[in-house]
């Protein structure tokens, strides 16, 4: 009973929730006042549209 207790906890610690944020005009993600680099897609050309950010790391439109 310990174990699932102990793992359901650190599964929970690691489930980092997407949020949402939009590219800027510098071609990041940005979302609650800080920028990331886009990961995966670019945000040059796009400003305005919608980019994730999840564990830190920005997913853009491709």
């Known amino acids: 009973m310990q174990l699932i207790k102990t793992l359901f906890a650190v599964a929970f610690a690691l489930a980092v929730p997407a ?21 995966t897609g670019s945000c040059i050309s796009k400003v305005g549209e919608p980019c994730s950010v999840s564990g830190g790391k920005a997913a853009c439109p491709k």
Do not use: K
Not at 19 to 27: D, E, H, N, R, V
Not at 32 to 38: E, G, I, L, T
């Open 19 to 39: 949020s949402a944020g939009s590219c800027l005009g510098l071609g990041a993600c940005g979302e609650n006042n800080q920028v990331f680099q886009c990961a």
